[in-house]
């Protein structure tokens, strides 16, 4: 009887974890989401979908696509094809900060694309490389692969340890202020 358990406990689990979305994966879409290749992170979203992922990790993700294309069509002055992004953004997140500036700012406007051609002088023609042209990345060990997908990790770690080094700073000296100004007074009693 344990032996049946065991083994039905063990093909839940297998099955569980083989549908499981990794960290790496989500790291590698919001590695395109940085560098503005939407499609791969739309394929990688739609990849999520079909597995098995929390509903409220999708939206997350979901909502992460539409504020990156968002602002990227924001950046380009594109604010009539970026509004549709924020405004969806804005119906899950109204606490982010950045969307609920972005919709205030927009959504009481009436909104034009500025044209390419104006801010680019001669558009260029860039053809689609052969499966044959395409790069590969040889990574010789794995340590490389998880240096390269944690770099990532790394440097937003970093970002924030500069931050709490700079509170902890800024509280401590307040504290040896304090306690200056409370040595200063029972000097003078």
Do not use: C
Not at 147 to 165: P, V
């Amino acid at each position: 009887m344990k032996k049946i358990t065991l083994i039905l406990l063990f093909l839940i689990t297998t099955a569980i974890v083989a549908d499981a979305v990794s960290e790496e994966d989500t790291f590698l879409y919001r590695h395109h989401l940085k560098e503005k290749k939407f499609v791969e992170a739309q394929d990688l979203l739609s990849k999520f979908q079909n597995s098995k992922i929390d509903q409220t990790k999708l939206e997350l993700l979901e909502t992460e696509l539409w504020i990156a294309k968002g602002e990227d069509l924001y950046s380009k002055k594109q604010f009539k094809s970026a509004f549709p992004y924020y405004n969806d953004a804005y119906a899950r997140w109204r606490t982010n900060p950045l969307i609920k500036d972005r919709y205030t700012e927009l959504s009481g406007k009436i909104l034009h694309d500025e044209e390419m051609s104006k801010q680019q002088g001669n558009p260029k023609i860039y053809k689609q490389p052969i499966d044959k042209e395409k790069e590969f990345i040889y990574l010789p060990s794995n340590s490389e692969a998880y240096f390269l997908i944690n770099s990532f990790r790394i440097e937003d770690l970093e970002n924030q340890t500069k931050i709490m080094y700079g509170i902890a700073g800024s509280i401590f000296t307040l504290l040896l202020i304090q306690v200056i100004i409370n040595l200063i007074l029972l000097i003078r009693k």
